[in-house]
Each structure stands twice: as structure tokens, then as C-alpha cells.
Nanobody, 125 residues
Framework: QVQLVESGGGLVQAGDSLRLSCAASGRTFSSLAMAWFRQAPGKEREFVVGISMSGTSSYYADSVKDRFTISRVNARNTVFLQMNSLKPEDTAVYYC??????????????????WGQGTQVTVSS
């Protein structure tokens, strides 16, 4: 099994930055593809950004691709989400997800078996 623990959420003003962290345990970290999803009140969980097992490939939702950056440090079993130029519409619970991915879309929440508890990001205007 994989356990994911998130941190770094909080309340910020529009234009500010946050860095979210996700620490993994229970499995060799380099064997996991990682992603961030978010869920706003009354909305379904949506894909934000993902990163390959090696960290050499990443892929972003159009809404965040110019502002957010994903990275991973396998030696620390940790993935990060650097969020810059935050907007009120970024307000959501952000979830870290992991999967070994034998098949299936890496942009689909239903294809991830391992999830963090979520961390709240609130952006005020």
C-alpha cells in the first residue's frame, strides 16, 4: 500500500504563492506516477497536474499550466506543487494521488488508487 500525507495549504490573497508538499510511504517512490487533483465545493474532482515516475515528463491542465509547477524528489519520497499567481477560482481542496499505472489515463481521478487526505487552499480577492 501507499500512504500520502499532504501539507502546505492555507489562506492567501490573490496573486500570492503557495507550495504544497506530498510525502509518500509504503512503496518505492520511484515506482509511482504522481498527480495533483482539486475539488471545489459543489464540483467534481478535477485533474491539475501529473508527473511521471522518473520525473522527466509532466502534464498540466490548461487552467494552471502557466502558473503551477510540479516536481518530485525521489530521494525524499516527496512531490511538490508550486502555485504562483493564485486566483480566487483556485480555491479548492487539493489532493495528492499516486498509481503504478499499468494502463489508463493519468488525467482521470478514477484511475488512481492512492490518495492523500487533502489540503485546503483558499484564495481571497
Amino acid at each position: 500500500q501507499v500512504q500520502l500525507v499532504e501539507s502546505g495549504g492555507g489562506l492567501v490573497q490573490a496573486g500570492d504563492s503557495l507550495r504544497l508538499s506530498c510525502a509518500a510511504s509504503g512503496r518505492t517512490f520511484s515506482s509511482l506516477a504522481m498527480a495533483w487533483f482539486r475539488q471545489a465545493p459543489g464540483k467534481e474532482r478535477e485533474f491539475v497536474v501529473g508527473i511521471s515516475m522518473s520525473g522527466t515528463s509532466s502534464y498540466y491542465a490548461d487552467s494552471v499550466k502557466d502558473r503551477f509547477t510540479i516536481s518530485r524528489v525521489n530521494a525524499r519520497n516527496t512531490v511538490f506543487l508550486q502555485m504562483n499567481s493564485l486566483k480566487p477560482e483556485d480555491t479548492a481542496v487539493y489532493y495528492c494521488a499516486a498509481e503504478t499505472f499499468a494502463s489508463g489515463s493519468r488525467r482521470s481521478a478514477g484511475n488512481y488508487n492512492y490518495w492523500g487526505q487533502g489540503t485546503q487552499v483558499t484564495v481571497s480577492s
